[in-house]
Structures are given as C-alpha cells and as structure tokens.
C-alpha cells in the first residue's frame, strides 16, 4: 500500500520515468528543473507549500542536524542558540545529530522528524522522496536577507519552487603541511598526478561524493571531456574520474570520512596533503599542526545547507518558527563561528565575534564561490539539462567507490 | 624386602591457618587393607592426596617401597587413586577410560586392549566397553573407576571415600566387593572413610584421624574394643565412659573407663545380677526399638551416661514403659577399659 | 495413583507442563522469529531487487544483478578473502592468547586473584567501542605511536595502518570473547579430572592435550564463533586503523543508502559464511555440548 504511494507520487513528479527525457529537455540548465517536466509545476512533489499565517507554535519541534547545527549548550553552556528559541516561541525542541547525508535520508525517511538540515546530496533525495514539502519563503522573513546565489539553487529549489531556506556554505579545500610540503599549494594536482612527491601521505574524503572531486580536476585539466557540472557524469566522463580515482589510490595513504580522523591524521603525519574543510584547518592549527588549506585554482566542490520541512510534520508553526530563527542574523553568526562556514545571512557578518570571519570563510565573496559546486544528488536524467545521454545515477556512484576502495 | 608399601614420616601440610595434617608416621604394610577413618578436616583425606602426590607435605618424608617419592610428581609415584566423584573422563568410552593409564605409558595396543578387558571383566563390566560414562549408573561408574585404577596394576591403590555417594545397600554390596578384589589382586589398598562401619568391614587394620594426626592405629577390634582416646572411643562405636566419682564408685578406681553398650546387661527390677558382675543403678532415660535390639539410654546419679543394648531375642513386649524407670546395669569387668585421653 | 496426588497439588500448569512452557516460551519465539529471523528473511529477499536509476528508489523486480556483481568482480572477491582472512587471523591469534590466559586464570591463579582477573578481562568491554580504536589508532602511528617507538629498537617499523592494524585491534576488542567462555569452561572442569589423568601417569602436555582441551573444546569454539563472527562484520575498525584497507562491512555501508539491494547482497555473504561455521562446527558435534 505505502510503496504503491510512494511510487505513484513519484511518477507524477517525473512524468514517469521512462518518457521523461523529451519531456525535460525544454528545463533551462541551472534553473533547478534538472530532473522534473516544466507542467509538473502543479503537482511539485510533497504538496503545496504552507499558506500561513505562522500562528501560534504546538509546543515542540523535532529537529534533525549536522552536528554542531543545533546547540543547546550541551556540547559547550556558552554555545546555546536553541534554549533562547525555545524560550522565544515555547516549541520545546527535541535535537537529534546525524554522521553522514545517507543517515539523514534514512532517519527522514523513517519519520518522526519536523525540519532537518540537509545538505546538497541529500536534497534531491528527500525531495523526490516525497519526504519534504516545499517551503513558502514569504513566511520566512529573514529569507530576504539571505545571499541571492544561494536562492534557488538546484539543490533547493525544483521548478521555482523552494524547498528549503538556504543555511551556510563551505568549500572543499586543498589542506597541506607546511613542514613537509613545499608550498604554497593551490593546484589538486600533488594528490591526483602519479609524479606526485607526496605519494603514500596523500588522504582524500571517503564518500562516493568524492568523485565529484575528481571530476572538478578533470574539468580544469581535460576540458575534451565536456564536464560542465561535476554531478552530471555521462558513462565516459564517469569512467575518467574513476580513472583519475584509480590513479589518486597509488599516492593516498589513508581517506578520511570524520574531521576528528582528518586532524589526527594530520597531526601524526600520516597525510601530508588532500581534502579538507576550513573548520579542519582552523582546528588543526589550534592544536599546533602547521597546516595551510586554500581553494585549489582548478575550483572545488563545496556544500551548501539548507533547512527543510517534513511533508507530514503536525508541528507545521513551530517548524516555520524554526526556519526564520536558525537564518537570523544573530543566530546564524553563531552557528557560523561555532560550525565554520559561511553564513547565510549577510546580516549575520555584523554580528560574528570575530571581525574578519565572514573574510576568512567568503561569505559575501559571489567571485569566490563561483568555480565551488555544492554537493548534489546525479541521477540518470543529467543534472546539467544534457538529454542526448543518461547520467551516472548515484547508486551506481556509490558501487563504484566500493569497488574502488575493495580492489 | 621387609620395606612397607609405604611409610609416612612427620608428615605436615596446613592450608592458610589450618594444620589440616601435623606430623603424621605411618607404616602400611605390603598386601593390607589399611583404613583412614576419621570425621571431616580430620587431615585423612589431605594424607591419601599427599600419597599420590596431589598436595606437596610442607615437612616430612613419603616413601613407596623404601623409595623416598616426596618430591615427585603424581605421574612418577606407582600408585592409582579411585576418586570420590570417580572423576571419569566423559568424552572418553568406558574403554578409553580403562585404556587411559595404559596409552600414556605407551603400553602395545594389543596388549592394552587385552587387559582393559580383563579389568573390565574383574569388575562385571566386560559388555560395556563402548558406553560413554554417563550412560552408567553411579555404581557402574565406581567399578569402572576401579578397573581404570587397577589395569595399571600398581602396588598400592589408594581410594577416596570412594563409596561415599552410593545407596547404603550398594554401599554394603560394594563392600564386600572391594575386599574380594583386594584379597584377589593381592595390593595395598589405602582406604579413606568417615564410615566406622565400612571401615570395620573391610579393614585389616584402622589408622583413626583426629585433627591432622592418628590418635589410633589398630586391627578393627583393637580400635573397637580398646579405644586408645575419648574421641577414638566416642568415634569408633558409642561413647560409653565412666569419669571420676563414678567411676571410682563402681570400677573401685578412678579414671576414664570404658565399656561397649552391647557388654552391659539392662537388668529389669526383679532380675537378679550375675555372681561377679559390676553394677550400677539408673534412671531409663530412653527407650529405642532398632529391630534387632533396642536401645536404652540410662542417666547415672553421678552424672554419666551409658547406652545399654539389649537383643530383642526374648521379649517382643514393647519395652517402652521402661522410660523414666529406676534399672540396674551389670557387665562382665573383663570388658571396662581405662582410657588414655 | 501418583497422579491423583499430584493433581492435588499445584495449577492448571503444574498438571500440563507441556502447556506451561508453551505459554512461557510462546512471546520469546515470536520476538525470535519476527524479529530476528524477519529481518534476515528481508535482507536476503532485498538482495534480489534492485533501485530505480531516476529516483534511487526501490524497484521489487527479481534480479540477481547484485549477486551477479558481488561474485564476478574481482575487487569484491578479494574484500571476501581478505575479510575472512582477518577473521580467521583474529580468531587464531584471540585462541593462541586467549587459551592460556583463561587456563591461568582459572586454574593457576590462587582464588583470591580470580575475581580480580575476571574483572580486569571485562574492563575494557565496559569502554566505549570508539574509544578503544582511536586508542589503537594513537598507538599504532607509524612515526611515533607506541608500537613504532617500542620496536625501534629492533631495527623494526611499526606496521602502520591496514591489514596488519585492523588484525591487532580486531584481536584486541574481541579478546574478552573468547577469554570468558574458555575461562568458564575451565573452572567447570573438576580437578580431579586433572588429578585423575596425572594419576595415571600423564605429564602437564599429555593432560592438555588428552583431558583439558577436548572438555574445553565446546567453550573454545563458543568463542572462536564469537570472535570470527564479530570480526567479519565489522567495519568501523577498519575505517579507523585500515588506511586503505576495506572490509565488506565498509562496502555495505558505502552502498547501504543509495543501493540497498546491492548492499544487502553484499551483507549476505558473511552470514553464510557464519552458518557454514556452525554447520562446520555442528558437524564436530560441538554445539551440543554448548
């Protein structure tokens, strides 16, 4: 019964799957409408998006996080950005973390939770999943306030419609030691050319999201190839990237998939040079690692957060509370210090304690995040609009870095 | 030749603060059934173990056939121990159990084979060879303890209150069945019982433990009729004493005497004492029916109490009505023994 | 006759025992069969369906894609081999270490150290899993962790992290598993078995061989399940300590999100693996003993 549901919505938001590729080839690349028919305006997955007025909260709100996202003071009593809503709106909030965008998918698809902040590889999923309902930004104040390349992105948006109200943003940087590597580094190739004099000590993240790293290189470095979004792999340029995987393999020396693991890696001298993420680099050097992490010129890929609503959640006022709350200025400066990235709110770089933070992270800088390509979920209808082939789903993504890390 | 099978000098072992064995010399002769009798913790069972080289002896010397074996371990002394809780192999056949002593001395497979039978056999066992142990029943399971012990043919067999967990009529029949064997097989047999009636019936002679030594060593009849202490008298049989005023009342001199309950003659008012015979006055205190005979506890004036049994041969009246009575109790002075302790 | 007097007393389940251990046993062997037997029943059915390439949803088609793809590829095969490797590996080495320990526990050490013995085997199964990896990880830094800085002197390296880690932390945190029951089984061996055997004049090594280790041999393979069964779906450990060492839990949870057919074919594989053991191990005869 349920699974009939859930295929039967499904269908209608992508025309059914097998006559969809006519059908969406009149979506202009970059609008949003990567997978979706331009008439399915009307029926966008999840419903119609809440009316409004924001009324009175039900008295508590069930909310699912990146760690470091939603803090009650537990983790350290002076980053507390929860009690003051909870106080402000009297929707007592129940907090669960999250370690990877997969679990996020699968706690959301289990239920039970009212907003979730999710990052661009798991958008798509919870949207096409019928998990999430379409977000009206008119009851969000302080969405006005948000930095416009951040509105309506792929990975948040389908068809024009918002799903979601962007939260902050970080790119994936190239991290090295600066005792054993001689810099300044601003290229990815020391951790994917095999001349690399860092072989052995070479670290990458270990996802399948990973081999859009590698697809970012090739864009840079093998334009023949045609990549023009690194989501949006047809069979051959998915084949190169995993070639250029294959290849990273020989010089890596360890992959990383939790920041407490890159630094110590870092720290013992086990990777001299890979991935990393600003809030690593700051760490590490607080812990007196001699690290430098840039954005490598051949651009990056990079994450952008957003917060969503669940389609079926009863705690619909508490839930639109929540969203205009973790956006505004004030708190959204304190998530950014406390998480390290870039806020959203151009409003919050006022509020940061430290001054120059928002230049550290480049918040307002549009030329600096324009080579960044946030995390996105491929599927076979070609994510950069291309209808002549079928993309690399991210099933077969995943497969593929298995089989990777098993040889 | 001339050496005892096996002879026991200051032997000494405590366990913490408890000397379970203080200073032990014992000879047991070559050939004999030689019992430790003695109440729990009395050092018995501690002396037997330290014989077959289980427990170290914290001074003294153990020698088997004049050999000094103090220092060896069990798997170098020439003796076979049969174990309280018979301590079979279970993932090993009757057979294999039987064969166990003999494999490990690397003896032919023929001639293991041959004699685990024949032991097996000895011991009304022959057809059972393939069973495992716990198909057996306890009594079962004690014989094949036994023929596992007695293939190794070793000059002494040393056992452990080894009837200890039968039925009292298998106990009597296993009895008796021990003493055939010992007297086939012709070895030493170091027998350890807190049982004063298993150890009259089977022994050539009684060695009675009390706390870590011997208070005692004698032929059952010597220990029974003639008990060396107090507590030999009081363990061996029935505690029958005479002490001080009335003993120097009725035997004429003082001391702690002693005389067997079945000895003395409960004389009923109007019977007559025989010429010669001590006699003393009592009140009956207790009447006991035990089939055979029945009992009679008598309390003396002074104090004392003597038990006087009285074979039910005659009477077949019910002699309860004695209780509380006014008896006179008379026995042949041949049977009162001074005693030591 | 012995009936009527028994009828007097007790219930209804007194005279029916049959009944009353239906009744007592009928909610556990349903968690039994629901739960754990449903749950293995579905993983087993997903492993023959397959996603939609658009939607990344389930598609509940037959197929034997997934196995098709687990068994012909060569880089899944040698993550076979070389997660049943580290699992006989640690099972090995939790024997040659574990054994021992658990015979001095038991029978060597004085009763008054046996409960503190005891205690210090548990210990460290009271720490967190997590903990006790970064542990190892700290430990095994091939420039200057402990196991570097102690084999220095020998002119040896540290092995640094892959295959050999992922053995040593294995061996470490399943320890305890093959330590207890060993030790249980050892003090329920009486001591007069081993009095008995040295009576009849078996040295130490002949009584191990002969009486200790065959009686013990139900609790070692008790704990030999434990150990080889644990190693095999692990996968954490190797995510910490395994460089780039993977395991076939590491492919599951790669895939378990966005290809759960293909991750449930994969999960598979050590639960056959596991019940080839007890098959195995039934066969021995061992289990009933258990």
């Known amino acids: ?407 | 030749m001339g050496e005892p099978a096996i002879r026991l000098r200051g032997l000494t072992r405590s366990f913490g603060d408890v000397r379970a064995v203080a200073g032990v010399d014992l000879d047991v002769v070559d050939g004999e059934f030689l019992t430790l009798l003695g109440p729990s913790g009395s050092g018995k069972t501690t002396v037997l173990r330290m014989i077959a080289g289980f427990e170290r002896p914290d001074a003294g010397t153990i020698e088997l056939a004049g050999t000094d074996v103090t220092d060896r371990p069990p798997y170098a002394r020439d003796v076979n121990t049969v174990f309280q809780d018979y301590a079979l192999f279970p993932h090993m056949s009757v057979r294999k159990n039987v064969e166990y002593g003999l494999r490990v001395k690397k003896v032919p497979a023929a001639e293991r084979r041959a004699r685990a039978q024949e032991a097996l056999d000895a011991v009304r066992l022959g057809e059972y060879g393939e069973r495992a142990p716990s198909q057996l029943s306890g009594g079962q399971r004690q014989r094949v303890a036994l023929a596992r012990a007695l293939v190794n043919r070793p000059k002494v067999l040393l056992l452990d209150e080894p009837l200890g967990a039968l039925d009292l009529k298998l106990r009597e029949q296993m009895q008796v069945e021990l003493k055939a064997i010992q007297r086939d097989v012709g070895i030493t047999f170091v027998f350890v019982t807190h049982d004063q009636d298993e150890a009259r019936t089977m022994s050539d002679r009684i060695a009675v433990f009390n706390e870590g030594t011997i208070a005692q060593l004698g032929t059952p009849t010597q220990v029974y009729e003639h008990p060396a202490t107090t507590f030999v008298a009081g363990f061996v049989g029935t505690s029958n004493l005479l002490h001080g005023e009335t003993a120097h009342a009725v035997v004429g001199r003082s001391g702690t005497w002693s005389v067997r309950p079945e000895k003395i003659r409960l004389l009923l008012p109007d019977e007559p004492a025989a010429e010669g015979m001590r006699t003393v006055g009592g009140t009956v205190r207790e009447v006991v029916y035990v089939g055979m005979s029945t009992r009679f506890v008598v309390d003396l004036p002074g104090g004392d109490t003597l038990m006087a049994v009285r074979q039910n041969a005659e009477e077949s009246a019910d002699l309860g009505y004695l209780r509380g009575t006014a008896v006179r109790l008379s026995w042949d002075p041949r049977f009162e023994y001074q005693i030591a302790g | 006759m012995t009936t009527a007097t028994s009828t007097q007393r007790g219930g209804f389940g007194y005279r029916h025992p049959r009944v009353r251990l239906a009744g007592l046993l009928t909610a556990p062997m349903a968690w039994l069969v629901v739960v754990y037997l449903g749950s293995l029943a579905a993983l087993f059915l997903t492993a023959f369906w397959t996603v939609n390439d658009f939607t990344g949803q389930l598609v509940k088609t037959f197929t034997l894609k997934n196995f098709q793809q687990v068994f012909t590829n060569s880089a899944y095969l040698e993550t076979m081999v070389r997660t049943v490797s580290i699992a006989v590996l640690v099972t090995v080495l939790a024997l040659v270490i574990g054994v021992p320990l658990a015979f001095f526990m038991a029978r060597v050490a004085s009763s008054r150290w046996q409960p503190l013995l005891v205690a210090l085997v548990l210990t460290p199964l009271w720490a967190s899993y997590l903990v006790k990896v970064y542990a190892w990880r700290a430990m095994l830094q091939p420039e200057n962790g402990v196991v570097a800085w102690f084999l220095q002197p020998f002119g040896l390296s540290g092995p640094g992290y892959g295959f050999t880690a992922i053995v040593i932390t294995l061996t470490y945190l399943w320890l305890p598993y093959m330590i207890l029951p060993v030790y249980a089984g050892l003090t329920r061996l009486p001591d007069s078995m081993l009095d008995a055997s040295a009576d009849l004049g078996a040295r130490n090594g002949r009584t191990l061989r002969s009486v200790v280790l065959p009686m013990i041999f139900p609790s070692v393979v008790a704990g030999s399940i434990f150990t080889f069964s644990l190693s095999l779906g692990d996968y954490i450990t190797a995510q910490i300590v395994g460089g780039k060492t993977v395991m076939l839990g590491n492919v599951v949870q790669t895939t378990y999100v966005t290809n759960l057919p293909f991750a449930a074919a994969v999960a598979t594989i050590p639960v056959i693996i596991v019940l080839l053991y007890l098959l195995v191990v039934r066969k021995s005869g061992a289990l009933e003993n258990l």
Not at chain 1, 98 to 112: I, P, W, Y
Not at chain 1, 249 to 275: A, C, N, P, Q, R
């Open chain 1, 1 to 407: 019964m349920k699974t009939a549901a859930a295929c039967s919505v499904a269908a209608l938001a992508l025309a059914a799957c097998s006559s969809s590729s006519d059908s969406a080839s009149s979506a202009p690349a970059g609008s949003g409408a990567a997978s979706a028919p331009a008439e399915s305006q009307a029926a966008a997955p999840g419903g119609a998006a809440y009316a409004g007025p924001v009324g009175d909260g039900e008295g508590q709100l069930n909310i699912l996080a990146w760690p470091g996202y939603a803090e009650d003071g537990s983790t350290d009593p002076s980053v507390d950005w929860v009690t003051p809503f909870e106080k402000a709106t009297g929707c007592q909030v129940n907090v669960k973390t999250f370690g990877t965008s997969d679990e996020a998918v699968k706690l959301m698809q289990g239920g039970g939770w009212d907003v979730v902040s999710a990052s661009g590889d798991a958008t798509l999923r919870l949207i096409y999943g019928d998990t999430v309902q379409p977000v009206n930004t008119d009851l969000v104040p302080n969405y006005a306030d948000i930095f416009p390349d951040l509105k309506m992105q792929k990975f948040n948006s389908v068809d024009g419609v918002a799903y979601g109200i962007p939260h902050g943003r970080g790119a994936n940087l190239i991290m090295w030691n600066t005792d054993k590597v001689t810099g300044p580094i601003d290229s990815w190739a020391p951790t994917f050319e095999a001349d690399s004099p860092y072989k052995g000590t070479v670290t990458a993240y270990d996802s399948p999201i990973f081999i859009a790293d590698a697809a970012v290189y090739l864009m840079a470095t093998k334009p023949e190839l045609g990549i023009t979004d690194p989501y949006a792999l047809d069979q051959t340029q998915f084949q190169a990237a995993m070639d250029l995987l294959t290849q990273q393999k020989e010089l890596v020396g360890e992959y990383w998939s939790d920041y407490t693991k890159s630094i110590d890696s870092f720290k013992s001298g086990t990777s001299t040079i890979g991935t990393s993420w600003q809030v690593i680099a700051n760490l590490a050097k607080s812990e007196g690692v001699p690290v430098e992490a840039v954005k490598a010129k051949e651009g990056a890929t990079g994450w952008s957060d957003t917060w969503m609503v669940a389609k079926d959640t009863p705690n619909i006022n508490c839930a639109y509370k929540w969203l205009d709350w973790i956006v505004s200025p004030e708190a959204n400066a304190q998530v950014a210090e406390w998480f390290g990235e870039a806020p959203a709110n151009a409003k919050a770089c006022d509020l940061t304690s430290d001054k120059t933070f928002c230049d550290t992270y480049h918040a307002g800088d549009t030329e600096y995040w324009k080579d960044v390509y946030y995390w996105n979920t491929p599927t076979a209808n070609c994510l950069d609009g291309r209808t002549d082939t079928q993309c690399v789903p991210y099933s077969d993504w995943s497969t593929a870095w298995a089989e990777l890390r098993s040889s």
